[in-house]
């Protein structure tokens, strides 16, 4: 074990030392030489969360490598496009934290360089490796994953729903004001949310090339799964059982006043229903075309500069450091997403709840991280809002579908 255990497990005081950076940019690695034990320095941009655990993490890479690690904290919403404009020029980071979907950009933009993960590569869950890896090739060490799930009120509901018909029945049946609470937006709904829907009906956004990639050019949300998908968002909306009054916010409080036995939802609206004493049980999303209802998945993890000049430092104090089972199991504990390696993840799963969402993570589809997506989230979410709100569904769909299409070959 590459990391040992002092100070990651102190994380509950999340000071950092003056020796962290807390805003503006620094240069890249200055070292004159490329190993990973020879002096020189690496820069890390990260965001205040996760900046504790690094913090240890990088004094005892520093220590047994002799190459300094530079902690830079950024805003996490801002590292990406600060990232994409530094890079280029030789003054960005030599690492970045980030997530899997911004990975289409970086590549296309040159600057991320691909890593060695070497014989830790099947120490990760497979969907965290594909979700990191672009046209084959791994870019990333993922440390955390997140989905979203069922999660049912048991005093409310005392079984697990099999399809979305019965669990709209056994909503109806408990007495509540809302049989089924999920939070959209009264523009543009919620295609994260809603994903898992379409895709049990056969409609994925996009098909895949033969290594499991995803094909910009294999735009399948328009097939005639995606328009039975639509005429179900219209029967929905139509019965009220989706609603884009009810926004996320909404949608959270009524669960926690008890007013709906099932809501959909990640991991980061649970504890506010345990502390309210609610007893929760996390279930698969129940399926409503008759084919698996499969979410996306969300991955985190640590990506090098392909402008860094301390590459093999960097890939070794992400492949081996941010990796390992000590400090992956600490970026869960202070962020709360369950982790991407296997064994933190198992270690992880004795609590039901992280082991609920992660069994539901199993059957879940990375995001996808093409370029090619910012033209379908262009279009997608004011079409749902579209018919859910009483447009006529096939021509809205089938509109937004060549839309999509049109935008992506321009």
Known sequence: MRVNNKGLWAVGALTVTASLALTGCTAASDSAD????NGGSLTVWVDADRAA???DAAADFTAET????????????????QFIAQAPTGKGPDIVIGAHDWLGTFVT??????VELGDKADAFQDVAITAMSYEGQVYGVPYSIENIALVRNTALAPSTPATFDEMVTMGNAAGTEYPFLVGLDPEAADPYHLYPFQTSFGAPVFGTDADGSYDSDALEIGNAGGDKFAAWLGEQGAAGVLNTNITGDLAKEKFIAGEAPFYLTGPWNVPAAVEAGIDVAIDPIPSAGGEDAQPFVGVQGFFVSAKSENALAANEFIVNYMGSEEVQTALFEVGGRAPALMASFEAASADPIVAGFGAVGENAVPMPSIPAMGAVWEFWGVTE??????GDATSLWQKMSGDIQTAIAG
């Open 109 to 114: 933009n040159g600057v991320v360089a691909p």
């Open 385 to 390: 809002a579209a018919i859910i709100n009483g």
């Open 34 to 37: 490329n190993g990973s034990g």
């Open 66 to 81: 002799g190459v300094e690690v530079k902690l830079v904290q950024k805003e996490f919403g801002d590292i990406r496009d």
């Open 53 to 55: 655990v690094l913090k």
